[in-house]
Nanobody, 126 residues
C-alpha cells in the first residue's frame, strides 16, 4: 500500500510562486508514474501534470504549460510541482497521485491512478 502526503500549499498573490511536495512511502517509488491533479470548488478534479520514471518524461495540461514544472527525486521518494506565475484560476486543492507502471507510461485520467494523497490547498489572490 502506497501512502502519499502533500505539502507546500498556501495563499499567494497572483504572479507569485509555490512549490508543492508529495512524499511517498510503502512502494517502489522509482517504478511509479506520479501525477498532480487539482479540484476547484464545484468543479471536477482535473489533470495538471505527470511524470514517468523512465526516463522522467513529463506531460502538462495546456492551462499550466510553461508555468508549472513537475519533477521527482527517487532517492527521496518525492515528487514536486513548481508553480510560477500563479493566477487566481489556479486556486484549488492539489492532489498527488501514483500508479505503478513497469512500462513507464504517462497517465492523465483520474481512474488510471491507484493511490491518492489527502490534498493541499492553494489559494491565489488577485
Amino acid at each position: 500500500q502506497v501512502q502519499l502526503v502533500e505539502s507546500g500549499g498556501g495563499l499567494v498573490q497572483a504572479g507569485g510562486s509555490l512549490r508543492l511536495s508529495c512524499a511517498a512511502s510503502g512502494g517502489t517509488f522509482s517504478r511509479y508514474t506520479m501525477g498532480w491533479f487539482r479540484q476547484a470548488p464545484g468543479k471536477e478534479r482535473e489533470f495538471v501534470a505527470a511524470i514517468s520514471w523512465s526516463p522522467g518524461s513529463t506531460y502538462y495540461a495546456d492551462s499550466v504549460k510553461g508555468r508549472f514544472t513537475i519533477s521527482r527525486d527517487n532517492a527521496k521518494n518525492t515528487v514536486y510541482l513548481q508553480m510560477n506565475s500563479l493566477k487566481p484560476e489556479d486556486t484549488a486543492v492539489y492532489y498527488c497521485a501514483a500508479r505503478r507502471s513497469d512500462s513507464g507510461l504517462i497517465y492523465t485520467r483520474k481512474y488510471e491512478y491507484d493511490y491518492w494523497g489527502q490534498g493541499t490547498q492553494v489559494a491565489v489572490s488577485s
